[in-house]
């Protein structure tokens, strides 16, 4: 009962999500060459090639630890398949999907929080997609039909799937440390990423 009434002032799993990984979330987009100038076709294509190198490892890691919390739909979030499609649709084999790099510097998925903290940023990702899909279409004439459906791969349902996934979050009963645990592997998630991104010279 005295944990419990602790625990009122405690902040919401999404609340120490969203404080944590702030600063790092910010950093990150500021180095996203998508509203540059200097982007252009081949560098757009280099660009896909490194998210799908982070993100195959990454979903396996995630998918394969049977630690993600039940409530997940994990056929309908995986992002993997659609990059495929979209590298496909730039031009590339199988061959050379085969063979391109993959991140080997990934956060462990060794308890259902880190999970959590790291799904909070693959679908968090997914936020914005309209508008940079609507500036690859202006400016490289990229659609969801030619290699941009990642970009927007939620499309109309983006939205109602962020309030999902926020649902999601609020039905998971964790104590303070299991929070912290789901943030630091939240903050993991976003320096693997641009480490990665930035090993790929990808970045601005």
């Known amino acids: 009962m005295h944990s419990q009434a602790h625990d009122v002032d405690a902040p919401s799993l999404l609340e120490a999500l969203r404080i944590g990984t702030a600063l790092l979330h910010t950093a990150l ?40 919390p039940e409530g997940f739909d994990t056929a309908m979030r995986v992002k993997t398949p659609t990059l495929l499609t979209d590298l496909y649709a730039l031009g590339l084999d199988d061959h050379a999907i085969n063979t391109l790099p993959r991140c080997t510097q990934l956060p462990t998925f ?21 508008v ?8 490289l004439d990229v659609n969801a039909d030619n290699g941009g459906a990642f970009l927007n791969i939620y499309g109309v349902e983006t939205g109602r799937r962020w309030k999902g996934f926020l649902d999601y979050l609020g039905n998971q ?32």
Request: proline share 3%; with cysteine; charged share 20%.
């Open 110 to 130: 060794d308890t259902h929080a880190a999970c959590l903290g790291a799904l909070y940023v693959l679908e968090g990702a997914t936020l914005g997609g309209q």
């Open 29 to 68: 987009e500021k180095r996203l060459p998508f509203f540059s100038e200097r982007l252009d076709a081949q560098w757009y294509r280099r660009l896909l090639q490194a998210y799908y190198g982070f993100y195959q490892p990454m979903e396996a890691a995630l998918y394969d630890s049977a630690l993600i």
């Open 173 to 204: 009963a964790l104590d303070a440390p299991a929070k912290q645990h789901a943030v630091d592997a939240a903050r993991s998630t976003f320096s693997c990423f641009e480490q990665w991104l930035d090993s790929q010279e990808v970045l601005l």
């Open 132 to 139: 940079l899909l609507r500036e690859m279409t202006q400016r």
